[in-house]
């Protein structure tokens, strides 16, 4: 009989923590012991899981004794708070935080592209940013065929990246400005008005004059391919969409490589589905991807301003492929590796 295996996720009642759970029933996760955490915020809120109600439980040091796989989605703080905590306890951790992805010591892992690194683990594995993540897995097998100088890239970014305040935001100013045009609304997640609005800020500006949602794509980038020679630059936006990050993609690649040519790598690859016939109007768009697992890429085509240039749009589903799902991934490919 299979192992199963006693699993926890922190965060239990936030967007990604939800989907978190709904991936692992969906893969009927191999699970012996169920426990739903939070910070103290959240905890006494129910959720419910396999049929079963649960009553989540305030996240302690001690919550992780006897735990073997925890999902951590509940902010970078509350991760540097509890995740060597748990590590200590045996419980190898699976974060979803920006707090562990640029520490030498954590592997940073999208499976299907690095999975080999996740054996480098010291009882800690990152999930890369949800923008990031959808990236690399529909470039990889481009760099692996031809190489990959330099990407420039700029996002278009859902308010559930930010968390279900930001969504609530959206919708509320959303309808205030449907009934009246000329509505105070009030702004208080997202930098500027996001309704009917796109803002070309996420997260806080560095010094060098990008934020650092821009430098994790780029830092990230480099740590996954683990090749600190790609030229990266990021812009990163967020739009009033509720679910679903796109992306425009520029490469430039190390040996010439036709538009039909990449197509087809990146069709024959896991997880990425091409979706690319303008003339009969078929490109993915952020409705398309809610809800599935696998990026969606479309109107690749050969840059004309360089040499060895593409130019393609990236659609994934930011809570399902660029979090949960990734995170139930690298579990799987632990156990598949026997490496817990």
Request: hydrophobic share 40%; net charge positive.
């Amino acid at each position: 009989m299979a192992k199963k295996y006693n699993v926890c996720v922190l965060g239990a009642t936030g967007m990604v923590g939800k989907e978190m759970m709904k991936v692992l029933e969906e893969r009927n996760f191999p699970i012996n012991r169920f426990l739903p955490l939070a910070s103290g915020r959240t905890a006494g809120s129910k959720v419910t899981f396999q049929g079963k109600e649960y009553i989540v439980e305030e996240a302690k040091p001690a919550s992780f004794d006897g735990m073997e796989i925890g999902l951590f989605s509940a902010g970078a703080k509350v991760s540097e708070a509890l995740a060597s905590e748990a590590a200590k306890r045996k419980c190898v951790v699976i974060d979803n935080t920006s707090h562990f992805r640029m520490d030498p010591e954590v592997p940073l892992i999208v499976p299907e592209v690095n999975g080999h690194a996740i054996k480098k683990h010291k009882g800690i594995i990152a999930n890369p940013n949800c923008s990031t993540a959808q990236m690399v897995l529909a470039l990889k097998p481009i760099y692996d065929a031809v190489g990959i100088e330099r990407i420039v890239v700029s996002t278009y970014q859902a308010v559930s990246g930010w968390g279900k305040e930001a969504v609530e935001e959206l919708l509320t100013q959303t309808k205030a400005l449907l009934a009246d045009p000329k509505a105070r609304v009030e702004v208080k997640y997202i930098f500027k008005r996001i309704a009917f609005n796109v803002v070309p800020q996420i997260d806080q500006f560095t010094e060098n004059g990008y934020t650092k949602e821009e430098m994790k794509m780029v830092n990230e980038t480099q740590k996954i391919f683990e090749d600190k020679s790609i030229k990266v630059t990021a812009t990163t936006v967020r739009v009033p969409v509720l679910i679903g990050h796109s992306e425009s993609v520029n490469i430039k690649t190390k040996k010439k490589i036709s538009a039909a040519e990449a197509r087809k790598l990146m069709a024959s690859f896991a997880d990425v589905k091409v979706v690319d016939n303008p003339a009969k109007g078929e490109y993915p768009t952020p409705i398309d991807c809610v809800g599935k697992n696998e990026t969606l890429v479309g109107r690749v085509r050969e840059d004309i301003s360089q040499e060895n240039g593409l130019e393609m749009w990236i659609v994934s589903d930011n809570l399902r492929r660029g979090a949960a799902l990734n995170a139930v991934l690298i579990a799987e490919r632990m156990i598949k590796d026997g490496l817990i």
